[in-house]
């Protein structure tokens, strides 16, 4: 379990805001702190990190104080066993992709796991490159193989992916997704795209002006509207061709585009990039099996 | 004046100048990152001591300097009687006046840098355990060698041109604290344009080929980043 | 996709299947929802719901007689139609509402469809959606 209540009191452009959370999840969820930027998400990171302290309040994770304003507890970030992907990546630019790995090993520590990791993420080929030689999807990959060197408890992804393409994108989400997985992390998000979120986490906190305002799956919080059907599906308009007095629209949903119809009326608003949801009845599909 | 007066003082201006490179690199560096790192209410103050030499006239320095050495005077008195050494008039007297004076040429350039390299860089490495000065020494200073070298080189060449102060409290005692700039000085009060000629072009040769291989190996450095 | 307005009359439940009459103007209309109990427990009799059904979905008759197992059915007047190459939309007025249906051009041919006829719109029970009003 993962429990946290603080605030702070924030400087920023638009004044001073007073962010007050409080939000708890179990440990193997991947949560999303969802907002506009500037809403605080990133500032409940850094507290969850230890880089920034709350005014006041509690950070528990497995009954294990990190924070608590009353008692007098402030684990320094490096007692916390929390991995950080920032969202620049901070990869050491004076270490090749390797030694940003080992960098990150603790005194004692086994380099078995380093291995494992440039596996895991796919960099074998890459290990002896510098950070300036590698393209953006290769430096979030070394960001999270080295987030995940000291085996954390705790993963912190601070706007992981919006510096990516679209399709780069949807690789390392599925990526993300395996990882969570594979290495039995508690995984926490902060991102703006409910996409993103829909696809990699299973409880959402939307923040707004410092608060929580929302919680719950990201269906719940990202469907409006509640239809009694079965298949929903989010998607993102790729292209729109009129054909007599319908519309095509390309629609990718997750890796995949699929071309669906749309009329006059569902056409109306809809340009290249908004995101849609798509809802279907269960009673249509035809059943192919698929012989393995 | 003989070749061995000559090199006496040139040696003396060159071992000054690395001397005091030297302490400055052990002390600056450390204190150029804590003023990047600081929000403490004295950093202001800090600043302004350390840049004091770059405003002040280098005789107000070493007018204090030389009053603060002086045995007259209890810091002067402490030293003599209790660490068994004079300041004043003497070549160690010169190299913590140049230290002093030299501060800025080494605080500034290190501050700044490490002040212009993002702040997740630190964070990521405390994230991963790391003490201050294991990230001081492995990922901070690694990634500013420019602004290191700069500071060394600036510092270094500005020792070896610095006049007012090292005339004011070390004086002119050949092979003690007699320096090239002291020394051109001299020679041109003695009408002695040779001799002066000499020092200067020898000090002007020496900087300029340090300048010019300090942007040299900077340029390769920016290439490679 | 067409979009009215209706009323919850009778809800029954077999098991994942669920069927919900709805009242619609002058008409009743039977929708099948999936998801049993857990579905059906959002949409309650005497509940207003909007009813959902895709223009192309919307089947056109003329002068209808005879049995038919659509039971879906509207009664309207031929307000607009536009002709395609090879589709055909015919816009009904049915009520205070409009009904869009998307037929095959030939069809709209065939049946000499013109302004202000009156005509049956059929839709499939299954192909009708139940929201709630929000």
């Given amino acids: 379990m993962v429990e946290i209540d603080v605030s702070k009191r924030l400087h920023s452009a638009e004044g001073d805001i007073k962010l007050k959370v409080s939000a708890s999840f179990k440990r193997g969820d991947f949560v999303a702190f969802f907002g506009e930027s500037g809403a605080g998400k990133t500032t409940i990171l850094r507290m969850v990190a230890g880089l920034l302290k709350p005014d006041s309040g509690r950070i528990a994770v497995d009954g294990e104080v990190w924070f608590d304003s009353h008692e007098g507890v402030d684990l320094p970030p490096q007692k916390r066993e929390v991995g950080f992907v920032f969202q620049d990546y901070a990869l050491f630019p004076n270490m090749s992709v390797e030694e940003n790995l080992r960098f990150a090993l603790q005194k004692g520590g086994d380099p078995a796991i380093v291995d494992e990791l440039i596996d895991t993420v796919g960099l074998g080929a890459l290990v002896s490159r510098y950070p300036s030689a590698l393209s953006g999807g290769q430096r979030q990959r070394v960001a999270v193989a080295r987030a995940l060197v000291r085996r954390p408890k705790i993963l912190l992804l601070d706007e992981p992916l919006s510096a990516l393409d679209h399709t780069m994108r949807s690789k390392l989400q599925e990526e993300l997704a395996d990882i969570h997985r594979r290495f039995g992390l508690t995984t926490v998000l902060v991102s703006h795209d409910p996409s993103e979120i829909f696809r990699l986490c299973n409880h959402v906190f939307k923040i707004e002006d410092g608060a929580v305002i929302k919680e719950g799956s990201p269906s719940e919080l990202f469907v409006k509207e509640r239809i009694g059907s079965s298949f929903k599906f989010t998607g993102e308009v790729l292209a729109i061709e009129k054909c007599e007095m319908v519309y095509l629209l390309s629609v990718a949903i997750g890796t995949q585009i699929v071309k669906i119809m749309a009329t006059k009326n569902e056409r109306e608003g809809l340009k290249t990039g908004s995101r849609i949801q798509i809802v279907s009845k269960a009673f249509h599909p035809m059943i192919f099996k698929i012989e393995s | 004046m003989s070749d061995a007066a000559f090199w006496s003082t040139m040696a003396l201006t060159f071992k000054l100048a690395s001397v005091t490179t030297l302490i400055l690199l052990l002390f600056g560096i450390p204190l150029a990152y804590y003023l990047s790192m600081s929000r403490s209410r004295i950093k202001p103050v800090v600043e302004t001591v350390v840049s004091m030499p770059l405003v002040l006239p280098p005789t107000v320095l070493g007018f204090y300097l030389l009053v603060a050495f002086s045995p007259e005077n209890a810091f002067g008195r402490f030293c003599e009687e209790v660490l068994g050494f004079r300041l004043v008039f003497s070549f160690w007297g010169l190299v913590l006046g140049s230290v002093i004076f030299s501060l800025p040429f080494m605080v500034h350039p290190v501050q ?26 492995r990922v901070l200073l690694p990634n500013i060698k420019p602004s290191l070298l700069t500071g060394i080189v600036i510092t270094f060449a500005h020792t070896v041109g610095e006049f007012g102060v090292v005339l004011m409290i070390g004086g002119n005692i050949p092979g003690e604290t007699r320096v090239a700039s002291i020394a051109i000085y001299d020679e041109v009060e003695a009408l002695n344009y040779a001799a002066a000629n000499h020092y200067a072009m020898v000090l002007f040769a020496v900087t300029f080929s340090i300048l010019l291989l300090v942007y040299l190996v900077n340029r390769s450095f920016l290439q490679k980043m | 996709m067409n979009r009215l307005k209706g009323r919850v009359t009778a809800v029954e439940s077999s098991g994942e299947l669920t069927r919900a009459d709805v009242e619609c103007g002058d008409t009743t209309l039977t929708a099948f929802i999936m998801g049993g109990v857990q579905e059906s427990r959002r949409i309650e009799e005497g509940s207003g719901v909007w009813i959902l059904f895709k223009e192309s979905e919307v089947a056109l008759a003329k002068d209808f007689s005879g049995l038919i197992s659509l039971r879906n059915r509207f009664e309207g007047r031929i307000e607009s139609i536009e002709r395609g190459e090879l589709l055909a939309e015919v816009v009904l007025r049915y009520g205070n509402d409009t009904i869009v249906s998307i037929i095959s051009r030939r069809a709209c041919d065939a049946m000499r469809l013109k302004i202000g006829e009156h005509v049956t719109a059929l839709v499939k029970a299954n192909e009708i959606t139940l929201m709630e009003l929000s």
């Fill in chain 2, 112 to 137: 700044s840098a490490l002040q212009s390299l993002p702040a997740s860089l630190t964070e990521a490495a405390q994230m991963l355990g790391k003490s201050k000065t294991t990230i001081l020494f």
